[in-house]
């Protein structure tokens, strides 16, 4: 659980930052690229590490794992798919270092 806590705290940084990058009028996409990256990934690996921990409670229908589990999943694929994230963050990276980004 720990782990999951300190997953949480940093996507919650990495949001921050993107949320003062657009506050100060800025493009922001170069943070929060990054920041729906690493959100959805602590948000699937935490819900299963929450589920793993209750064991067999885990998989009750009483809890809501299997909906958040499912949701954190979908997080993955909505405003572009992780790897779409990562072709962002290239682009932006090589676009900052005057490099052809093609």
């Given at each position: 659980l720990a782990d999951v806590a300190a997953g949480?705290?940093?996507a919650r940084l990495l949001?921050?930052?993107?949320?003062?990058?657009?506050d100060r009028g800025e493009s922001a996409i170069m943070e929060a690229a990054p920041a729906k990256k690493?959100?959805?990934?602590?948000?699937?690996?935490?819900?299963?590490?929450?589920?793993?921990?209750m064991g067999a409670d885990g998989l009750r229908t009483e809890n809501p794992f299997a909906r958040h589990l499912a949701m954190a999943k979908m997080t993955q694929y909505m405003d572009g798919a992780t790897e779409i994230q990562n072709i962002?963050?290239?682009?932006?990276?090589?676009?900052?270092h005057g490099l052809d980004v093609g």
């Open positions: 949480l705290e940093a949001t921050y930052q993107a949320a003062t990058a657009l690493f959100a959805s990934r602590v948000a699937l690996t935490g819900v299963s590490q929450c589920m793993q921990v962002v963050i290239i682009r932006t990276l090589l676009k900052e």
